[in-house]
């Protein structure tokens, strides 16, 4: 991906000094050949055998948009591409009312409509529209088929096919930014559509930077990635709400869709470092839901940073229809959230917060997200459904994780987490924070509360894991003692013990839920599946006596990946155990007045003697 220079705040451009081109460093003063489109007509009736050509010979009534396309893509680029500017007279949006589709952009070309005086990089004035007698094709309104280009700054809608696409079928299609758009608008910022994909890349279209555009009412996915488009970074969007970032215009589709063995493609933020706040999208108001990625061989994309299911400032619920994010048939390694300061998404007010499905949906990696909430964890915006699913069989899932900012707040929605299904397996669940969903905390089967087993010999969903059993929970100021069982596998084996505490009158009626993680340890079960924990002893609790304490159990599948990574050390994660309230050891025996005095006799029993 190229750096395109240069600045533009209300007209003002400075030109690009430094670009990347496949990895090679080209500095340039000026650009080699630049063309100014100066009308807003559709006509081509100048010399456009190349860009000096066209100035040369421009038919006398100046440059329109059609011949300078066509001009640039027959001069040959210098050291750098070649620059399409603006300087349309007048005041206001410029409409170019196409007769028939714009030529492709085949050579690298700076399509730049930002340059156009009194324009923005969020005021775009250059509307590209469909004339009363249009009588061409229903291609993409600007298609890029060529590598190392911008296309910024137009308005685009009422398109019978995409808005735009970058198109890598002829073997170019790469290193390109489509920035700054609004698309499936008209130049009063009304929604105007187009009627398949806002934005599409497809074949073999790699390392794009889709960014800081405003898609909506598009009839299919606002933005699409599909057929072995690998690393392209989609960031700063506004995908589904209109130029204001609060009115609903969704997509017909999905806000962004991801398919067809594409990978290590970027939702939202990097996460290195730099500009990090600024890189998430806003994916809200969708009509069939917030993200889908899907199929096999779609691998390692990230979803980071994000604001799911809300109004582009994040504090106004405009939830999407249908899953906010759906991950499924096939597709692996998926990575939603992170543990930086801008990784985790706030995913609110749509079915399911998350979906996660099929037997051949491995590894995905939940962390670090708001699942039903704001980012602080306060208001209620929880997905009807569960804040996460899995089903499907999929499996060799992990929710949250053992290191800082790993766990998810999972809160407000019907169910917490729910493993659905009898063979969804090695689905683990490490210390989130998992309050105030309608039903249980964490769901196994959708079956209500698990009677645990003995050896705990049924099958199913996360192999029935067995939860534990807290038998004491004493509170010493803020050190919490506690101990129980587990009765499980009937092997030798190692588990997690997770426990978590959650204040009075918001404990589920039984089992769970856990607001506050409090601190694990580990148990080894004896050769018949039977454990024990004595005296564990955690410090720094913050509740009070009369709040609750419940506990989880997971396995461990790999004892040697332990503090290494939790995706191969953990399998299966219980439900959450019965809540036990935390006993109050904090009074010291004190003499007393009215002469009530203890006495021990010999049988260590306790006798109570009123002398008064």
Not at 124 to 137: D, N, Q, R, V, Y
Not at 179 to 196: C, K, L
Not at 229 to 245: F, P, Q
Not at 351 to 364: C, E, F, H, L, M
Request: glycine residues 16%; negative net charge; without cysteine.
């Amino acid at each position: 991906v190229f750096d395109v220079g240069g600045t533009d705040h209300g007209g003002t451009y400075s030109e690009p000094t430094h670009y990347v081109f496949d990895g090679a460093t080209q500095t340039a003063s000026v650009i080699d050949h630049v063309i100014t489109v100066t009308n807003a007509s559709d006509l081509d009736n100048g010399d456009t055998s190349s860009i000096s050509s066209l100035i040369a010979d421009d038919g006398g009534d100046g440059v329109s948009l059609r011949e300078a396309i066509l001009a640039a893509n027959n001069t040959v680029n210098g050291i750098s591409p070649d620059e399409i500017r603006f300087n349309i007279a007048g005041a206001g949006v410029h409409t170019i009312s196409l007769d028939t589709e714009l030529p492709y952009l085949t050579d690298a070309v700076l399509l730049d409509a930002t340059t156009q005086a009194g324009g923005s990089f969020t005021t775009p004035l250059i509307e590209l529209a469909k004339s009363g007698g249009f009588t061409g094709t229903d291609t993409a309104a600007i298609n890029v088929r060529t590598n190392d280009s911008l296309v910024s700054g137009f308005i685009v809608g009422g398109f019978g096919d995409e808005g735009i696409e970058i198109d890598g079928s002829t073997g170019a299609g790469d290193n390109n930014v489509i920035e700054h758009n609004w698309v499936g608008f008209d130049g009063t910022g009304s929604a105007s559509g187009v009627t398949q994909d806002g934005i599409l890349i497809t074949v073999d279209a790699d390392n794009n930077e889709i960014r800081n555009n405003v898609i909506g009412a598009s009839g299919e996915q606002g933005i699409h990635i599909r057929t072995d488009s690998d690393g392209n970074w989609v960031w700063g969007n506004i995908v589904g709400l209109g130029i204001d970032g609060l009115t609903d215009v969704g997509n017909t589709g999905h806000g962004i869709y991801i398919e067809g063995t594409s990978t290590g493609n970027i939702i939202g933020t990097d996460g290195d470092g730099t500009n990090d706040v600024a890189e998430g999208n806003t994916i809200s108001g969708n009509s069939t839901g917030g993200i889908y990625i899907t199929g096999a061989g779609t691998d390692g994309n990230v979803i980071a940073g994000n604001l799911i299911g809300t109004d582009a400032t994040g504090t106004i619920l405009v939830g999407n229809s249908g899953n906010n994010v759906d991950i499924n048939q096939g597709a692996t390694n998926t990575i939603v959230g992170g543990t930086g300061a801008f990784e985790g998404n706030v995913i609110a007010g749509g079915a399911d917060g998350i979906t996660i499905w099929s037997s051949s949906t491995t590894g995905t990696v939940v962390q670090g997200n708001y699942i039903g909430t704001d980012a602080v964890g306060t208001l209620d915006w929880g997905n009807s459904g569960s804040g996460v699913v899995v089903s499907g069989g999929a499996n060799e899932t992990l929710i949250g994780g053992t290191n800082a900012n790993e766990g998810n707040v999972i809160a407000f929605n019907n169910f917490g987490v729910a493993i659905w299904d009898w063979n969804a397996d090695n689905n683990t669940i490490l210390r989130n924070s998992i309050y105030q969903n309608d039903q249980l905390g964490i769901e196994i089967e959708g079956l209500g509360v698990n009677t645990n087993d003995t050896d705990d010999a049924d099958t199913g969903a996360n192999d029935g894991q067995n939860f534990p059993v807290i038998t004491q929970a004493d509170l010493l100021g803020t050190d919490l003692t506690l101990s129980g069982t587990l009765d499980t596998d009937g092997l030798t084996t190692q588990y997690q013990i997770e426990f978590f505490g959650i204040a009075s009158g918001d404990e589920d009626p039984s089992n769970g839920e856990g607001r506050y993680y409090l601190g694990s340890t580990t148990i080894t079960t004896d050769g018949s599946g039977d454990g024990s924990f004595n005296n564990v002893m955690l410090s720094g609790v913050t509740l009070a006596p009369g709040d609750y304490v419940t506990a989880t159990a997971t396995k461990i599948d790999d004892p040697g990946q332990v503090g290494v990574d939790d995706l191969l050390a953990y399998g299966n994660t219980s439900e959450f155990s019965q809540n036990v309230a935390m006993v109050d050891v904090n009074n010291a025996p004190i003499a007393r007045p009215d002469g009530v005095q203890l006495s021990f006799d010999g049988d260590d029993f306790v006798e109570v003697v009123d002398h008064a």
